[in-house]
Protein backbone atom coordinates (compact mmCIF):
# COMPACT_ATOMS: atom_id res chain seq x y z
CA UNK A 1 0.00 0.00 0.00
CA UNK A 2 1.55 3.22 0.83
CA UNK A 3 5.12 3.30 1.60
CA UNK A 4 5.48 6.60 3.03
CA UNK A 5 3.95 10.30 3.65
CA UNK A 6 5.91 13.26 3.31
CA UNK A 7 5.25 17.21 3.79
CA UNK A 8 7.17 19.44 1.93
CA UNK A 9 7.58 23.56 1.90
CA UNK A 10 8.12 25.86 -1.23
CA UNK A 11 11.72 25.28 -0.95
CA UNK A 12 11.47 21.46 -0.79
CA UNK A 13 12.61 21.17 2.70
CA UNK A 14 10.73 18.29 3.97
CA UNK A 15 8.34 19.17 7.44
CA UNK A 16 7.02 15.30 8.11
CA UNK A 17 8.09 11.96 7.13
CA UNK A 18 6.61 8.71 8.23
CA UNK A 19 8.05 5.36 6.01
CA UNK A 20 6.02 2.63 6.11
CA UNK A 21 8.39 0.41 3.86
CA UNK A 22 11.71 -0.19 4.27
CA UNK A 23 12.28 0.04 0.41
CA UNK A 24 11.64 3.91 0.99
CA UNK A 25 14.84 5.93 1.55
CA UNK A 26 16.29 9.05 1.50
CA UNK A 27 16.63 8.67 -2.10
CA UNK A 28 13.49 8.20 -2.74
CA UNK A 29 12.35 11.39 -0.80
CA UNK A 30 15.06 13.66 -2.56
CA UNK A 31 14.03 12.24 -5.88
CA UNK A 32 10.37 14.23 -5.69
CA UNK A 33 11.97 17.49 -4.89
CA UNK A 34 14.50 17.51 -7.35
CA UNK A 35 12.21 16.23 -10.24
CA UNK A 36 8.97 17.93 -9.26
CA UNK A 37 9.01 20.89 -6.49
CA UNK A 38 12.29 22.09 -8.19
CA UNK A 39 11.60 21.00 -11.80
CA UNK A 40 12.14 24.02 -14.67
CA UNK A 41 9.33 22.86 -16.38
CA UNK A 42 5.43 23.13 -14.36
CA UNK A 43 4.52 19.75 -13.38
CA UNK A 44 0.97 19.54 -13.71
CA UNK A 45 -0.05 15.86 -13.59
CA UNK A 46 -0.93 14.78 -9.93
CA UNK A 47 0.77 11.75 -10.44
CA UNK A 48 4.49 11.17 -10.97
CA UNK A 49 6.14 8.16 -11.72
CA UNK A 50 10.18 8.55 -10.89
CA UNK A 51 12.23 5.66 -10.90
CA UNK A 52 9.60 2.67 -10.36
CA UNK A 53 8.17 5.23 -7.45
CA UNK A 54 4.90 6.56 -8.12
CA UNK A 55 3.87 9.59 -6.25
CA UNK A 56 0.42 11.04 -5.41
CA UNK A 57 0.69 14.43 -4.03
CA UNK A 58 -1.48 17.69 -3.21
CA UNK A 59 -0.29 21.24 -2.79
CA UNK A 60 -2.24 23.33 -0.49
CA UNK A 61 -0.96 26.71 -0.47
CA UNK A 62 2.96 26.77 -0.13
CA UNK A 63 2.76 23.00 1.09
CA UNK A 64 3.52 19.21 -0.97
CA UNK A 65 1.70 16.47 0.68
CA UNK A 66 2.76 13.23 -0.44
CA UNK A 67 2.69 9.88 -0.53
CA UNK A 68 4.63 7.81 -2.18
CA UNK A 69 4.64 3.64 -2.94
CA UNK A 70 6.30 0.75 -5.30
CA UNK A 71 3.03 -1.14 -5.77
CA UNK A 72 0.07 -0.70 -8.21
CA UNK A 73 -2.25 0.73 -5.36
CA UNK A 74 -5.67 2.36 -5.91
CA UNK A 75 -4.72 6.07 -7.00
CA UNK A 76 -8.29 7.35 -6.30
CA UNK A 77 -7.74 5.92 -2.77
CA UNK A 78 -4.92 7.40 -2.22
CA UNK A 79 -6.38 11.05 -2.85
CA UNK A 80 -9.16 10.60 -0.96
CA UNK A 81 -7.21 9.74 2.08
CA UNK A 82 -4.52 12.89 1.63
CA UNK A 83 -7.31 15.24 1.35
CA UNK A 84 -8.87 12.90 4.21
CA UNK A 85 -5.89 14.03 6.32
CA UNK A 86 -5.51 17.24 5.20
CA UNK A 87 -9.36 17.85 7.05
CA UNK A 88 -8.26 15.83 9.84
CA UNK A 89 -5.19 18.26 10.34
CA UNK A 90 -7.44 21.30 9.88
CA UNK A 91 -9.89 20.37 12.58
CA UNK A 92 -7.07 19.86 15.31
CA UNK A 93 -4.90 23.42 14.24
CA UNK A 94 -6.48 25.31 11.47
CA UNK A 95 -4.98 26.26 7.94
CA UNK A 96 -2.32 24.04 6.95
CA UNK A 97 0.64 26.15 6.86
CA UNK A 98 4.24 25.90 7.52
CA UNK A 99 3.98 27.61 10.99
CA UNK A 100 1.22 25.12 11.93
CA UNK A 101 2.51 22.06 11.28
CA UNK A 102 6.24 23.16 12.56
CA UNK A 103 4.15 23.90 16.03
CA UNK A 104 2.06 20.65 15.80
CA UNK A 105 4.52 17.92 14.28
CA UNK A 106 3.81 16.01 17.89
CA UNK A 107 0.51 16.09 17.42
CA UNK A 108 0.67 14.90 13.41
CA UNK A 109 2.88 12.03 14.55
CA UNK A 110 0.70 10.69 16.45
CA UNK A 111 -2.30 11.20 13.91
CA UNK A 112 -0.89 9.88 11.48
CA UNK A 113 -0.31 6.14 13.50
CA UNK A 114 -3.90 6.14 14.40
CA UNK A 115 -4.96 6.61 10.58
CA UNK A 116 -2.43 4.51 8.86
CA UNK A 117 -1.73 1.05 9.94
CA UNK A 118 1.68 0.13 8.06
CA UNK A 119 0.65 2.30 4.97
CA UNK A 120 -3.11 0.92 5.17
CA UNK A 121 -5.39 3.49 5.78
CA UNK A 122 -7.44 3.39 9.12
CA UNK A 123 -10.07 5.92 10.46
CA UNK A 124 -9.65 9.32 9.70
CA UNK A 125 -13.19 10.55 10.76
CA UNK A 126 -12.16 13.80 13.15
CA UNK A 127 -15.19 13.22 15.51
CA UNK A 128 -14.10 9.36 16.46
CA UNK A 129 -9.87 10.71 16.53
CA UNK A 130 -10.79 13.29 18.49
CA UNK A 131 -12.36 10.76 21.94
CA UNK A 132 -8.92 9.29 22.45
CA UNK A 133 -6.54 12.05 20.81
CA UNK A 134 -7.59 14.88 22.95
CA UNK A 135 -4.54 16.76 22.67
CA UNK A 136 -4.99 20.22 21.28
CA UNK A 137 -3.40 21.91 18.22
CA UNK A 138 -1.52 24.93 18.24
CA UNK A 139 -3.91 27.53 16.86
CA UNK A 140 -3.94 30.75 14.69
CA UNK A 141 -6.23 33.23 15.67
CA UNK A 142 -7.72 31.40 18.46
CA UNK A 143 -9.67 34.64 19.32
CA UNK A 144 -11.91 34.54 16.80
CA UNK A 145 -12.84 31.51 15.89
CA UNK A 146 -13.97 31.45 19.70
CA UNK A 147 -16.08 35.04 18.54
CA UNK A 148 -17.57 32.54 15.76
CA UNK A 149 -18.81 29.87 17.77
CA UNK A 150 -20.13 32.39 20.62
CA UNK A 151 -21.85 34.07 17.32
CA UNK A 152 -23.49 30.68 16.63
CA UNK A 153 -24.57 29.73 19.51
CA UNK A 154 -26.41 33.28 20.27
CA UNK A 155 -28.02 33.19 17.31
CA UNK A 156 -26.23 36.42 15.93
CA UNK A 157 -25.16 37.55 12.42
CA UNK A 158 -21.61 36.32 12.43
CA UNK A 159 -20.90 37.89 9.15
CA UNK A 160 -21.84 41.54 9.83
CA UNK A 161 -21.41 43.50 12.88
CA UNK A 162 -24.40 45.88 13.96
CA UNK A 163 -23.62 49.65 14.35
CA UNK A 164 -22.33 50.36 10.60
CA UNK A 165 -22.62 53.79 9.68
CA UNK A 166 -22.26 55.10 6.09
CA UNK A 167 -22.75 59.15 4.60
CA UNK A 168 -23.31 57.30 1.21
CA UNK A 169 -25.01 53.97 0.95
CA UNK A 170 -23.60 51.93 -2.23
CA UNK A 171 -23.75 48.26 -3.30
CA UNK A 172 -21.56 47.41 -5.88
CA UNK A 173 -22.44 43.87 -8.10
CA UNK A 174 -19.76 42.03 -10.59
CA UNK A 175 -20.59 39.81 -12.86
CA UNK A 176 -17.35 37.57 -13.59
CA UNK A 177 -17.40 35.06 -15.57
CA UNK A 178 -14.72 32.45 -17.44
CA UNK A 179 -15.22 31.28 -21.00
CA UNK A 180 -13.85 28.28 -21.89
CA UNK A 181 -14.31 26.46 -25.57
CA UNK A 182 -12.84 23.80 -27.72
CA UNK A 183 -13.82 24.10 -31.17
CA UNK A 184 -12.47 22.04 -34.44
CA UNK A 185 -11.22 23.26 -37.39
CA UNK A 186 -14.63 23.05 -39.21
CA UNK A 187 -15.79 25.52 -36.50
CA UNK A 188 -17.63 22.77 -34.64
CA UNK A 189 -17.87 23.69 -31.31
CA UNK A 190 -16.55 20.37 -29.26
CA UNK A 191 -16.93 21.62 -25.39
CA UNK A 192 -18.33 24.82 -24.28
CA UNK A 193 -19.03 25.77 -20.76
CA UNK A 194 -19.02 29.02 -18.65
CA UNK A 195 -17.95 29.27 -15.14
CA UNK A 196 -19.68 32.45 -13.20
CA UNK A 197 -19.07 34.19 -9.97
CA UNK A 198 -21.08 37.12 -8.54
CA UNK A 199 -18.50 39.46 -6.45
CA UNK A 200 -20.17 42.58 -4.56
CA UNK A 201 -18.82 45.04 -2.72
CA UNK A 202 -21.61 46.50 0.30
CA UNK A 203 -20.82 49.60 1.68
CA UNK A 204 -24.74 50.04 3.84
CA UNK A 205 -25.64 51.05 6.96
CA UNK A 206 -27.29 49.32 9.64
CA UNK A 207 -28.59 45.47 8.99
CA UNK A 208 -30.08 45.69 5.68
CA UNK A 209 -31.43 43.06 3.81
CA UNK A 210 -30.84 42.72 0.17
CA UNK A 211 -32.71 40.61 -2.96
CA UNK A 212 -31.23 40.09 -6.12
CA UNK A 213 -33.14 38.62 -8.86
CA UNK A 214 -31.87 36.98 -12.31
CA UNK A 215 -33.39 35.76 -15.34
CA UNK A 216 -32.92 32.46 -14.31
CA UNK A 217 -34.41 29.90 -17.14
CA UNK A 218 -36.94 28.39 -13.82
CA UNK A 219 -38.18 31.75 -12.39
CA UNK A 220 -39.26 33.19 -16.30
CA UNK A 221 -40.78 30.06 -16.16
CA UNK A 222 -42.59 30.00 -13.82
CA UNK A 223 -43.73 33.52 -13.89
CA UNK A 224 -46.56 34.33 -15.35
CA UNK A 225 -47.10 35.01 -19.57
CA UNK A 226 -48.90 38.34 -20.71
CA UNK A 227 -52.29 37.51 -21.17
CA UNK A 228 -53.48 39.13 -24.41
CA UNK A 229 -51.24 39.40 -27.45
CA UNK A 230 -50.50 43.28 -27.07
CA UNK A 231 -49.02 42.90 -23.70
CA UNK A 232 -46.84 40.20 -25.52
CA UNK A 233 -45.89 42.75 -28.25
CA UNK A 234 -45.53 45.62 -25.90
CA UNK A 235 -43.09 43.67 -23.56
CA UNK A 236 -40.89 42.08 -26.43
CA UNK A 237 -40.63 45.94 -27.61
CA UNK A 238 -39.34 46.82 -24.40
CA UNK A 239 -37.14 44.09 -23.56
CA UNK A 240 -35.81 44.73 -27.31
CA UNK A 241 -35.09 48.86 -26.40
CA UNK A 242 -33.35 47.61 -22.83
CA UNK A 243 -30.90 45.45 -25.06
CA UNK A 244 -32.09 41.82 -24.01
CA UNK A 245 -33.48 39.03 -25.71
CA UNK A 246 -36.89 38.26 -23.29
CA UNK A 247 -36.97 34.95 -24.74
CA UNK A 248 -33.62 34.07 -23.49
CA UNK A 249 -33.05 33.02 -19.90
CA UNK A 250 -30.25 31.32 -18.18
CA UNK A 251 -30.39 27.44 -17.86
CA UNK A 252 -27.62 27.28 -14.86
CA UNK A 253 -26.59 23.69 -13.96
CA UNK A 254 -25.25 24.03 -10.74
CA UNK A 255 -24.59 27.31 -8.15
CA UNK A 256 -23.10 27.40 -4.58
CA UNK A 257 -24.08 30.53 -2.58
CA UNK A 258 -22.32 32.36 0.22
CA UNK A 259 -23.78 30.94 4.00
CA UNK A 260 -26.06 34.75 4.29
CA UNK A 261 -27.81 33.58 1.48
CA UNK A 262 -31.46 32.45 2.45
CA UNK A 263 -31.68 28.93 0.20
CA UNK A 264 -35.42 28.67 1.44
CA UNK A 265 -35.99 31.39 -0.63
CA UNK A 266 -34.29 30.32 -3.53
CA UNK A 267 -35.86 26.98 -3.25
CA UNK A 268 -39.07 28.94 -3.35
CA UNK A 269 -39.21 32.08 -4.92
CA UNK A 270 -35.80 31.77 -6.77
CA UNK A 271 -34.58 34.97 -5.25
CA UNK A 272 -31.85 35.64 -3.72
CA UNK A 273 -32.28 37.11 -0.43
CA UNK A 274 -29.42 37.76 2.11
CA UNK A 275 -28.57 40.13 4.97
CA UNK A 276 -24.55 41.40 3.40
CA UNK A 277 -21.34 41.04 4.76
CA UNK A 278 -19.76 44.76 4.85
CA UNK A 279 -17.17 44.60 2.32
CA UNK A 280 -16.22 42.62 -0.61
CA UNK A 281 -17.65 39.17 -0.72
CA UNK A 282 -18.57 36.57 -2.80
CA UNK A 283 -22.46 36.15 -3.15
CA UNK A 284 -22.68 33.03 -5.31
CA UNK A 285 -21.18 30.87 -7.86
CA UNK A 286 -22.89 29.24 -10.90
CA UNK A 287 -21.92 27.05 -13.91
CA UNK A 288 -23.81 26.67 -17.51
CA UNK A 289 -23.49 24.76 -20.47
CA UNK A 290 -26.37 26.15 -22.81
CA UNK A 291 -27.28 28.75 -25.00
CA UNK A 292 -22.85 30.51 -24.35
CA UNK A 293 -22.60 34.07 -26.69
CA UNK A 294 -19.09 32.76 -28.01
CA UNK A 295 -17.64 36.15 -28.23
CA UNK A 296 -14.60 35.24 -31.00
CA UNK A 297 -14.12 32.67 -33.42
CA UNK A 298 -10.60 31.68 -34.40
CA UNK A 299 -10.07 30.28 -37.90
CA UNK A 300 -7.27 29.13 -38.85
CA UNK A 301 -5.61 27.84 -42.19
CA UNK A 302 -1.87 26.15 -42.55
CA UNK A 303 -0.36 25.55 -45.73
CA UNK A 304 2.72 23.72 -46.41
CA UNK A 305 4.60 25.20 -49.26
CA UNK A 306 7.70 23.12 -49.30
CA UNK A 307 9.33 21.12 -47.07
CA UNK A 308 11.25 24.09 -45.53
CA UNK A 309 8.16 26.54 -45.82
CA UNK A 310 4.83 26.69 -44.06
CA UNK A 311 2.03 29.59 -44.08
CA UNK A 312 0.04 29.95 -41.17
CA UNK A 313 -2.46 32.38 -41.53
CA UNK A 314 -5.35 32.96 -38.32
CA UNK A 315 -8.30 34.94 -39.08
CA UNK A 316 -10.17 36.69 -36.11
CA UNK A 317 -14.05 37.35 -36.12
CA UNK A 318 -15.74 39.34 -33.29
CA UNK A 319 -19.20 38.42 -32.47
CA UNK A 320 -20.97 40.62 -30.48
CA UNK A 321 -22.42 43.89 -30.73
CA UNK A 322 -20.53 46.82 -32.58
CA UNK A 323 -20.93 49.08 -29.58
CA UNK A 324 -18.94 46.82 -27.31
CA UNK A 325 -14.69 46.57 -27.20
CA UNK A 326 -13.00 43.93 -26.39
CA UNK A 327 -9.64 44.66 -24.40
CA UNK A 328 -6.51 42.73 -23.66
CA UNK A 329 -6.77 40.37 -26.86
CA UNK A 330 -3.87 38.08 -26.93
CA UNK A 331 -4.05 34.83 -29.43
CA UNK A 332 -0.57 32.02 -29.18
CA UNK A 333 -0.29 30.23 -32.46
CA UNK A 334 2.19 27.49 -32.15
CA UNK A 335 4.89 26.42 -34.36
CA UNK A 336 6.67 23.65 -35.13
CA UNK A 337 9.84 22.22 -32.85
CA UNK A 338 12.20 22.28 -36.27
CA UNK A 339 11.60 26.59 -36.45
CA UNK A 340 14.12 28.53 -37.83
CA UNK A 341 12.26 31.87 -38.81
CA UNK A 342 8.94 33.56 -38.82
CA UNK A 343 8.03 36.61 -40.92
CA UNK A 344 4.58 38.05 -39.21
CA UNK A 345 2.11 40.61 -40.86
CA UNK A 346 -0.65 41.48 -38.61
CA UNK A 347 -3.55 43.83 -40.07
CA UNK A 348 -3.96 45.11 -36.44
CA UNK A 349 -2.41 45.02 -33.14
CA UNK A 350 1.32 43.48 -33.22
CA UNK A 351 2.62 40.40 -33.28
CA UNK A 352 5.93 38.50 -32.38
CA UNK A 353 7.82 35.05 -32.22
CA UNK A 354 9.26 33.87 -29.14
CA UNK A 355 11.26 31.13 -29.64
CA UNK A 356 11.33 29.91 -25.90
CA UNK A 357 7.71 29.55 -26.02
CA UNK A 358 7.66 28.28 -29.70
CA UNK A 359 4.59 30.19 -30.51
CA UNK A 360 3.56 33.39 -32.22
CA UNK A 361 1.92 35.71 -29.27
CA UNK A 362 -0.73 38.27 -31.29
CA UNK A 363 -1.40 41.01 -28.82
CA UNK A 364 -4.66 43.61 -29.83
CA UNK A 365 -5.36 46.76 -27.00
CA UNK A 366 -8.84 46.67 -28.50
CA UNK A 367 -11.07 45.10 -30.90
CA UNK A 368 -15.07 46.06 -31.57
CA UNK A 369 -17.64 43.73 -32.59
CA UNK A 370 -18.44 42.41 -35.72
CA UNK A 371 -15.05 42.91 -36.59
CA UNK A 372 -12.68 41.10 -38.73
CA UNK A 373 -8.64 41.04 -38.67
CA UNK A 374 -6.11 38.48 -39.92
CA UNK A 375 -2.47 37.81 -39.59
CA UNK A 376 -0.10 36.06 -42.22
CA UNK A 377 2.27 34.36 -41.10
CA UNK A 378 5.68 32.76 -43.02
CA UNK A 379 7.21 29.66 -41.29
CA UNK A 380 11.04 28.91 -42.46
CA UNK A 381 11.60 25.36 -41.02
CA UNK A 382 15.25 23.15 -40.42
CA UNK A 383 15.53 20.40 -42.41
CA UNK A 384 14.77 17.32 -40.55
CA UNK A 385 16.05 13.38 -41.71
CA UNK A 386 13.47 11.15 -42.04
CA UNK A 387 13.30 9.29 -39.11
CA UNK A 388 12.10 12.28 -37.59
CA UNK A 389 9.62 12.99 -40.13
CA UNK A 390 7.71 9.40 -39.17
CA UNK A 391 7.51 10.75 -35.73
CA UNK A 392 5.33 13.38 -36.45
CA UNK A 393 3.50 15.31 -33.05
CA UNK A 394 -0.25 16.80 -33.39
CA UNK A 395 0.33 20.94 -33.45
CA UNK A 396 -1.50 21.86 -30.59
CA UNK A 397 -4.47 23.72 -30.20
CA UNK A 398 -4.65 27.62 -30.77
CA UNK A 399 -4.84 29.12 -27.31
CA UNK A 400 -6.62 33.09 -26.71
CA UNK A 401 -7.08 35.53 -24.16
CA UNK A 402 -9.49 37.88 -23.89
CA UNK A 403 -11.96 40.34 -21.91
CA UNK A 404 -15.16 41.37 -23.00
CA UNK A 405 -17.76 43.43 -21.12
CA UNK A 406 -20.88 41.65 -20.79
CA UNK A 407 -21.75 38.28 -19.86
CA UNK A 408 -21.41 35.06 -22.31
CA UNK A 409 -23.53 33.30 -20.07
CA UNK A 410 -26.50 35.46 -20.75
CA UNK A 411 -26.86 36.31 -16.95
CA UNK A 412 -28.69 39.72 -16.62
CA UNK A 413 -29.73 41.57 -13.20
CA UNK A 414 -33.44 41.78 -13.73
CA UNK A 415 -33.33 43.49 -9.79
CA UNK A 416 -31.01 44.51 -6.93
CA UNK A 417 -33.39 45.70 -3.98
CA UNK A 418 -32.35 46.90 -0.22
CA UNK A 419 -34.51 47.33 2.99
CA UNK A 420 -33.28 48.85 5.68
CA UNK A 421 -36.58 49.57 8.17
CA UNK A 422 -34.82 50.23 10.89
CA UNK A 423 -32.42 53.30 10.00
CA UNK A 424 -35.30 55.08 7.54
CA UNK A 425 -33.33 54.55 4.12
CA UNK A 426 -35.31 53.36 1.19
CA UNK A 427 -34.19 51.35 -1.61
CA UNK A 428 -34.37 54.75 -3.72
CA UNK A 429 -31.57 55.91 -1.58
CA UNK A 430 -29.16 53.00 -2.47
CA UNK A 431 -26.56 53.90 -4.98
CA UNK A 432 -26.42 50.43 -6.85
CA UNK A 433 -23.50 49.59 -9.68
CA UNK A 434 -23.58 46.60 -11.54
CA UNK A 435 -21.01 45.49 -13.75
CA UNK A 436 -20.63 42.15 -16.40
CA UNK A 437 -17.25 41.02 -17.28
CA UNK A 438 -15.91 37.94 -19.26
CA UNK A 439 -12.69 36.38 -19.50
CA UNK A 440 -11.12 33.87 -21.14
CA UNK A 441 -10.68 30.44 -19.78
CA UNK A 442 -9.06 27.59 -21.72
CA UNK A 443 -10.58 29.22 -25.31
CA UNK A 444 -8.54 26.79 -27.91
CA UNK A 445 -8.86 26.14 -31.47
CA UNK A 446 -7.45 23.05 -32.83
CA UNK A 447 -5.53 22.96 -36.37
CA UNK A 448 -5.82 20.35 -38.71
CA UNK A 449 -2.20 19.98 -39.69
CA UNK A 450 0.64 18.07 -38.37
CA UNK A 451 4.20 18.56 -37.67
Not at 36 to 50: K, L, Q, T, W
Not at 141 to 155: N, P
Not at 218 to 247: C, F, H, M, V, Y
Request: with cysteine; aromatic share 8%; charged share 25%.
Amino acid sequence: MIGGVFVYNHKGEVLISRVFRDSVTRATIDAFRVSVIHARHIVRSPVVNIARTSYCYVKKGALWVVACTQQNVNAALVFEFLHKMIELFSSYFGDITEENIKNNFVLIYELLDEILDYGYPQKTDSGILKTYITQQGIRGQSIEEQKQITSQVTGQISWRREGIKYRRNELFLDALESVNLLMSPQGQVLSSHVSGRVVMKSYLSGMPECKFGMNDKLLIDRQAKPSTPEAQTLESQLAKRSGQNPKVGVAIDDCTFHQCVKLSKFESERSISFIPPDGEFELMRYRTTNDITLPFRVIPLVRETSRQHMEIKVVLKSLFKPSLNAQHVEIKIPTPPNTAGVKVIALKGRARYKAGENSIVWKIKKIAGMRETQLTTDVELLATSETSKSKQQTRPPISMNFEVPFACSGLKVRYLKVFEPKLNYSDHDVVKWVRYISKSGLYETRTQSNY
